[in-house]
């Protein structure tokens, strides 16, 4: 089974500098995709970014980058410009290749708390 | 166009009360799902469906059924509520397979068993 690891429970950054949110994960499987949710306190899940495992290239998204090394099987969050409206729980999560019989189920990390500061 | 609705957004139960958590989406996605979220814990898979008539089970899917008899409608029960199934509660819902498979969640519903 799948397995995601968020170490970092909390974090905090100021307004307009930048932060990484850090990701590692174990899986067997040589192709999957993984993604980063956003959580504010509306409780609301919000896709940030995803990344497929067969594409080299970094995913971005505006503000949003990943840092992704598939041999340490490491996916980072880069958020550059820090706003006030980024503070919340960031989820990151792991599904498995789209020809498997569970190819739509999610396994997600235990989250990491942003906080913005001014 | 919706997306994915829950209700109820609270509620409360006393210990052994039954009840259905509705979900309900209008995109025509095969593939529902249905989350726990926990404090420390990220969110878990309960039941899963893959289209109409079509359920399985996820990771912690004790003193928890489903049924899947519309495309829209993922209904989650719980038969007798026990104050460990207190949590925030995520439906979710994608196209099954493919690279545009993205999870699209609600807004969530918060039980509580006394």
């Known amino acids: 089974a799948q397995t995601v690891t968020q170490s970092q429970p909390e974090m905090s950054v100021q307004e307009a500098e930048t932060v990484t949110l850090s990701c590692t994960y174990d899986?067997?499987?040589?192709?999957?995709?993984l993604f980063w949710y956003k959580q504010p306190p509306s409780r609301q899940m919000i896709l940030v970014i995803r990344?497929?495992?067969?594409?080299?290239q970094n995913a971005t998204e505006n503000r949003f980058s990943v840092n992704f090394q598939k041999a340490a099987k490491s996916f980072s969050l880069k958020i550059s410009d820090s706003q006030l409206g980024d503070a919340a729980m960031y989820f990151c999560?792991?599904?498995?290749?789209?020809?498997?019989?569970?190819?739509?189920?999610?396994?997600f990390g235990t989250g990491t708390r942003l906080q913005v500061t001014l | 166009n919706a997306g994915v609705t829950q209700t109820p957004k609270f509620q409360v139960l006393k210990t052994g009360q039954s009840m259905t958590l509705q979900c309900a989406q209008d995109?025509?996605?095969?593939?529902m799902s249905w989350y726990r979220q926990d404090p420390g814990m990220g969110l878990r898979l309960i039941h899963y469906?893959?289209?109409?008539?079509?359920?399985d089970q996820g990771e912690v899917p004790n003193g928890y059924n489903v049924s899947r008899s519309t495309t829209e409608d993922f209904p989650l029960r719980l038969l007798s509520a026990a104050p460990s199934q207190t949590s925030v509660y995520f439906c979710?819902?994608?196209?099954?397979?493919?690279?545009?498979?993205?999870?699209?969640f609600g807004p969530g519903t918060r039980l509580t068993v006394l």
């Open positions: 979710a819902s994608s196209f099954f397979g493919g690279p545009t498979d993205t999870q699209y």
């Open positions: 899986t067997s499987e040589s192709d999957y995709y």
């Open positions: 990344q497929e495992a067969y594409k080299q």
């Open positions: 999560a792991y599904r498995s290749p789209v020809n498997t019989g569970t190819a739509s189920k999610l396994t």
């Open positions: 995109m025509n996605h095969e593939y």
């Open positions: 469906s893959v289209g109409a008539g079509i359920t």
